[in-house]
């Protein structure tokens, strides 16, 4: 008798805008996920394609640089980067170029531009942890020194690279502590004069 009265008030049966109310919010919901999932690969930079214009210019930086024209080869490497601002590799080699001309704050900000397009650059951390060396910075260093450990897995050129580097500067002497200079002593300084 129950079932007989839920068939005539209409409840027993679903129509089928009711089937797809009760589901759409699940379905939402499950696509938005298939779609998140699906377009994060779409933010990893794994091959970019850099522009063949950039790349010529690389590489006559890379032959003014071996034959000791720095200012040009500096020149070259920065046409590059404006043909096409991805080039990770030109960002590498004007950071060399700095760190050669004993500019570790340049090289450094240069090398982070490397990083910010490829984050697991191993060339762009070692070359960071040396610029950080040169400028004094060994514990910046030893962090980027375990980034590349963490990235390498088995021995890599960058590693031996940078643990050679940071173990020669910890032999070193501190010379920022050697410049250390002497306190005033009581009655050294001068008697203070007003004038009216």
Known sequence: MLSQHADESGYGRETLLELIMRFSPAVVALSLVFATVSSASFGQAADIEIKQRSVEYMQLGESAQKRGELDLAADLYETSLVV?????????????????????????????????????????????????????????????????????????????????????????????????????????????TETP
């Open 84 to 192: 096409d601002p991805r080039n990770g590799s030109a960002f590498i080699a004007l950071a060399q170029i700095a760190r050669v001309q004993e500019l570790p704050g340049k090289a450094i900000r240069l090398y982070r531009e490397a990083l910010i397009l490829d984050p697991n650059n191993l060339d762009a951390l070692a070359g960071q942890g040396e610029a950080l060396i040169q400028r004094g910075a060994l514990e910046k260093a030893r962090v980027n020194l375990s980034r590349i450990e963490t990235l390498c897995r088995s021995r890599c050129a960058q590693n031996d690279q940078l643990a050679s580097a940071i173990k020669l500067a910890e032999k070193k002497p501190v010379l920022s502590a050697e410049a250390v200079t002497p306190k005033p002593q009581i009655g050294d300084e001068e008697p203070v």
